[in-house]
């Protein structure tokens, strides 16, 4: 099946969904790279503070709010719509198509869960209802969905998708929106001239001289490298293992003479690389489409039409053109979505620019620019701060004391709290997902998981280690063991519970951060969508407020520590 | 010369403690082995021995902080076994050796405590608090409203004192009281010790490594050695007739 996409440069979303095929692995693995990124300003927020109190009762009231506010059944008031996306910018743009689009030609209210992470999540996150509608493709549905071989064509791929959805969970794919976003190989255009290769036969021929440099996952899969080497009679030179950023740059140098790319990628413009027809049709179509809950449709039957006014609207030179200005430009997906509408005539026509260009303008200006997000933004992470750190302290404190007093297996429990603080976070948001779908309480979970150990460690130790003499002579004199609880042990032990308490809460703050991978808000999704768009600006919108956020609630909380530090205590 | 007709207040009959075999010692360690001995009310008496003879074991086995594994302890005539922890606890004094206060609660709070548990209303039990401070010889003005980490050594003990004190018990268990002490606090300390003693008539338990201490303060003295009670006797007795080598050896210390 001839792709369409004619041999030219290709443009393609930074993070391909053709990627996630085989599973959500390529999704997570990718997105725990960032999470290692992203992780790495918590040192930072982690580091002591300055703050006063006031901080715990605006969280909680943060806290109540955003629960009344935002709690997923809210998301289903009956007129309301939730349109979702994964986390790379072509993704991102058809999910802001999407909503821009029922906002405009429907009475619906439009909500966006925009940049969750991965297929598997959005797709949870599809069945349970936490989301309507998104973007998926035709081949990653086939392989990393419904788990079987990507040997069909573009049309029999479509075909089987729609029937199989249906039957299984009631999903629909409307009609594709005319261009595939698959993988492919590309080489300079250079040397395409030169060797004149339009297809991967062509580079088959001769593969003996080229040096090649593919992802890790391209190499390691049967389906990427060792099964084209096998159709294709491929041989290269030599073959390197290279981050997909390193790439294109290295292609761009001619220090590697192939790759593996994917076919909107605007990089493939920059890096001046085109693509070879895959003609022997080794990959499998990835055609775009939206992807609804059949429920929704039931409900509200103008969704089906309203997007079916998308059919075939793009091909893969408009979505890489589409692709560059939020690639390389920079430009934001509600700027790009609303003038790919205009162009397609969908939208009313003089609409103004949803979003002024702050690109110019100084740092603290685009942060008052962006003041109203910011601050709920702010609200959303304190709130689930606070949530997560809230029911920590109602079980761990509990927990600890339970385990103080039983004292076998304490330490084996604690240990076992502790691995679980090993567990890379977004790991451990990844496995809440098929159990609590996505949004705010798997991430609530997740972070109060992490909360648990800090606390029930001290509270353990710390009610163990309460000063021995004192605990003897108030044994020695008549006082219960209640009574040695809560008037002796407990009042000794709380500047140190309280400093577990104190060291779960930077974590959790930190941590948040990451609860937008699964659609939870919070500080993470200027940053998230900040690494997509390589914005330095929106990255640092989110990581310095939540870096201040951190030294606050740490400021805060060690002035508690202090004043309700017991008197006559050192 | 007559067995004494009233009801010794405190009694250990043949009382063993056994502690569950740690590794290497396959039958347990033996803290007591069979003691004996009876303790007339009003009567102070000093256990002496190395660290480890189980003179604090022995102690602790009057008030309940250890349960024997044989033998009956009697308080007043009554098993222990038969009386409740709790209750058993209040009816008699406590004087650690550091002090034991709770570092938390002001002096007077710390005096009131087992007042309070006794269920003394509140200006009762502060009432009392301050006399017993005034009886340690610790003026209530100035250390009533301080925290134990703003006294002294001495000045806690002291307060350890009216603390043991504060419900009027019969009994008074002291496990190295003046152990922490300088050798001038601890002199003072003793002087205060004797003046209490003939003024209020407890009956004293006192455990202490210091053989000088022990004849000082003691009516009789029982010298304990790897878990057994060699001898109990007053202190000339002691000296004149020791029940065996060990003792003898001890005493000859006292005097080296």
Redesign the interface.
């Not at chain 1, 003897?472 to 219960?480: E, I, N, V």
């Not at chain 1, 017991?566 to 050192?570: E, K, W």
């Given at each position: 099946m001839g792709r369409p996409s004619p041999p030219g440069p290709l443009s393609r979303p930074t993070r391909p969904p053709p990627r996630e095929r085989g599973n959500a692995c390529g999704a997570f693995c990718q997105s725990l790279g960032m999470v290692v990124r992203l992780r790495s300003p918590s040192p930072g927020e982690v580091g002591r503070g300055g703050g006063r109190g006031g901080q715990g009762v605006r969280a909680l009231f943060g806290l109540l709010l955003f629960l009344l506010l935002s709690f997923p059944p809210a998301a289903h008031a009956a007129d309301r719509i939730v349109v979702g996306s994964k986390n790379f910018e072509e993704s991102r743009l058809l999910g802001e198509i999407f909503a821009q689009l029922l906002e405009s030609r429907t009475e619906l209210q439009v909500e966006r869960r925009l940049g969750l992470a991965g297929t598997q999540v959005c797709f949870e996150a599809l069945k349970s209802g936490a989301i309507d509608v998104y973007p998926e493709y035709t081949g990653t549905g086939l392989v990393s969905l419904l788990g079987e071989p990507a040997e069909l064509g573009r049309t029999e791929a479509m075909n089987r998708v729609r029937s199989e959805f249906l039957r299984r969970w009631n999903l629909w794919w409307l009609s594709p929106l005319g261009f595939e976003n698959s993988f492919e190989i590309a080489v300079p255009k250079e040397l395409a001239e030169r060797e004149r290769l339009a297809t991967i036969s062509d580079l088959a021929r001769i593969s003996g001289r080229l040096r090649g440099g593919f992802g890790h996952e391209f190499v390691g899969r049967e389906d990427g490298l060792p099964g084209l080497e096998k159709t294709y009679g491929l041989k290269f030179a030599s073959v390197e293992h290279l981050q997909q950023a390193i790439q294109y740059q290295a292609a761009g140098d001619r220090r590697i003479d192939a790759m593996d790319a994917y076919t909107t990628d605007a990089r493939l413009l920059r890096y001046n690389l085109v693509i070879l027809r895959d003609d022997k049709n080794f990959f499998p179509p990835y055609e775009a489409a939206a992807l609804v809950r059949g429920e929704t449709l039931a409900r509200h039957p103008e969704v089906g039409a309203v997007l079916g006014l998308l059919a075939g609207a793009f091909d893969e030179d408009s979505m890489r053109a589409l692709n560059f200005r939020l690639q390389e430009k920079g430009e934001s997906e509600a700027v790009v979505a609303l003038d790919a509408l205009r162009a397609l005539g969908l939208t009313g026509g003089g609409a103004e620019s949803p979003e002024p260009e702050h690109r110019g303008a100084g740092f603290a200006a685009y942060l008052w620019s962006e003041r109203q997000t910011l601050a709920k933004r702010t609200v959303e992470h304190l709130g689930l701060s606070a949530a997560a750190l809230l029911l920590g302290v109602l079980v761990a404190v509990p927990l600890g004391l339970y385990l103080e007093r039983k004292r076998r297996g304490a330490e084996s429990v604690i240990r076992v709290l502790g691995l679980l603080q090993t567990v890379p976070s977004l790991a451990l948001l990844a496995f809440m997902i098929p159990v609590l779908g996505v949004g705010i309480a798997p991430a609530i979970v997740a972070l109060w998981l992490y909360s648990l150990y800090p606390i029930v460690r001290n509270t353990y130790s710390g009610v163990r280690d309460a000063?021995p003499?004192?605990v003897?002579?108030?044994?020695?004199?008549?006082?219960?063991p209640g009574?040695i609880l809560t008037?002796?042990r407990l009042?000794?032990a709380a500047p140190i519970i309280l400093a577990g308490i104190r060291t779960a809460a930077v974590i959790t703050v930190g941590t948040a951060t990451l609860a937008a991978f699964i659609g939870a808000g919070g500080l993470g999704e200027p940053i998230i969508t900040g690494l997509q768009l390589a914005n330095a600006r929106m990255i640092l919108s989110g990581a310095v407020p939540a870096a201040v956020l951190a030294l606050l609630v740490d400021g805060a909380l060690g002035w508690a520590e202090k004043a309700l530090r017991?008197?006559?205590?050192? | 010369m007559l067995a004494p007709v009233a009801t010794p207040a405190l009694e250990a009959v043949d009382v063993s403690k056994t502690y569950p075999g740690a590794s290497g010692t396959p039958e347990g360690t033996a803290a007591l082995a069979g003691v004996s001995l009876s303790i007339a009310s009003g009567e102070t008496v000093a256990l002496v021995g190395e660290s480890g003879c189980g003179k604090t074991t022995l102690l602790r086995t009057f008030?309940r902080?250890v349960d024997p594994t044989a033998g009956v302890v009697r308080v007043e005539g009554k098993p222990v076994a038969e009386t409740d922890p709790?209750?058993?606890?209040?009816r008699i004094g406590?004087v650690?050796?550091?002090?034991?206060?709770?570092?938390?609660?002001?002096i007077e709070r710390n005096v009131e405590?087992?007042p309070r548990?006794l269920g003394w209303d509140r200006d009762r039990a502060r009432t009392r608090a301050r006399e017993m401070l005034n009886l340690v010889g610790l003026a209530p003005d100035i250390y009533a409203r301080r925290?134990?980490?703003e006294l002294s050594g001495g000045q806690r003990q002291r307060v350890?004192f009216a603390?043991?004190l504060a419900a009027d018990p019969p009994i008074i268990?002291l496990d190295e009281p003046f152990g922490a002490l300088d050798a001038l606090t601890r002199l003072e300390l003793h002087r205060q010790f004797q003046t209490l003693q003939e003024t209020l008539h407890k009956t004293m338990v006192l455990v202490t490594h210091d053989l000088n201490e022990a004849f000082r303060l003691a009516g009789r003295i029982g010298v304990m050695k790897k878990g057994r009670l060699l001898q109990l006797a007053p202190p000339d007795e002691l000296t004149t007739q020791p029940a065996d080598g060990y003792v003898r050896e001890l005493l000859e210390l006292r005097h080296g």
């Open positions: 000063d003499r004192a003897d002579a108030a044994t020695a004199l008549g006082m219960t009574q008037q002796v009042p000794l017991p008197a006559g205590l050192g | 008030n902080l709790i209750g058993l606890r209040r406590y650690p050796q550091d002090g034991g206060l709770l570092p938390h609660w002001r405590l087992v548990l925290y134990p980490a350890a603390r043991a268990l």
